[in-house]
């Protein structure tokens, strides 16, 4: 695999923010995408850093730093409807390859 | 919407058969691949495929072979299935070079192996 390493499991109270982080192996690394995944369903993509920073949409927040071969995925303001696996992928253009970590199963409780 | 659909939501089949797992997408994606899940282990890459005719090794191809002989269409195929290929199958297709536009996944096929 490509060493992509992630927490594989996190629980937090509804209202709150959590934080999952990612590492991964840097070499021939293009891009990193974040995927949500609900029990018995497709992954769906949240997100795509490809540059250093932080990118926010709503709710969720990505960030990315190249060189240290780190991102993390911000929820905030939990709602129970975002219980589920959060995937970790990284894209690598020379191979047109897209390589996921062992996602974080997140359980939001009341 | 990007729509990627596998024929099967759940197959069973028997040890030693050939199995046909078919995934066809309406978007012209250049990229296609083959992923299983497992619990414990997530997303593995069986194989992926960036044009027509084009194959390329993920990172779990021993048992499995696939085709790619129209654009729309990949296929992944277990030769003589084992129980150990019992798993969730997921095909996924995106373009080259609009990665952050995402990958879009189909379904799921559920198959067991008896």
């Known amino acids: 695999g490509q060493n992509i390493d992630q927490p594989t499991e996190m629980t937090a109270t509804e209202g709150a923010i959590v934080q999952i982080n990612c590492t991964y192996q840097?070499?021939?690394?293009?891009?990193l995408f974040w995927y949500q995944q609900h029990a018995g369903e497709a992954p769906t993509f949240l997100s795509y850093?490809?540059?250093?920073g932080l990118e926010e949409k709503g709710r969720f927040s990505s960030f990315l730093s190249r060189s240290k071969g780190y991102s993390y995925l911000l929820l905030k303001e939990l709602q129970m409807k975002d219980s589920a696996s959060y995937l970790c992928?990284?894209?690598?253009?020379?191979?047109?390859?897209?390589?996921f970590g062992g996602g974080t199963r997140v359980l939001v409780k009341p | 919407d990007v729509k990627v659909t596998q024929s099967s939501r759940y197959l069973v089949k028997r040890t030693g058969e050939k199995v046909f797992l078919e995934c066809v997408q309406d978007?012209?994606?250049?990229?296609m691949f083959w992923y299983r899940q497992d619990p414990g282990l997530g997303l593995r890459l069986i194989y992926f495929?960036?044009?027509?005719?084009?194959?390329e090794k993920g990172d779990i191809p021993e048992g499995y072979s696939v085709s790619r002989e129209k654009k729309e269409r990949f296929s992944l195929i277990l030769e003589s299935a084992s129980t150990n290929q019992t798993s969730m199958y997921l095909c996924?297709?995106?373009?080259?070079?609009?990665?952050?536009?995402?990958?879009?996944f189909g379904s799921g096929t559920r198959l067991t192996v008896v």
């Open positions: 992928a990284r894209w690598e253009a020379a191979g047109n390859k897209l390589t």
């Open positions: 996924a297709s995106g373009f080259i070079m609009g990665p952050n536009y995402g990958y879009t």
């Open positions: 495929s960036y044009d027509v005719k084009m194959k």
């Open positions: 978007m012209d994606h250049e990229n």
């Open positions: 850093n490809v540059l250093d």
């Open positions: 840097t070499s021939g690394f293009n891009g």
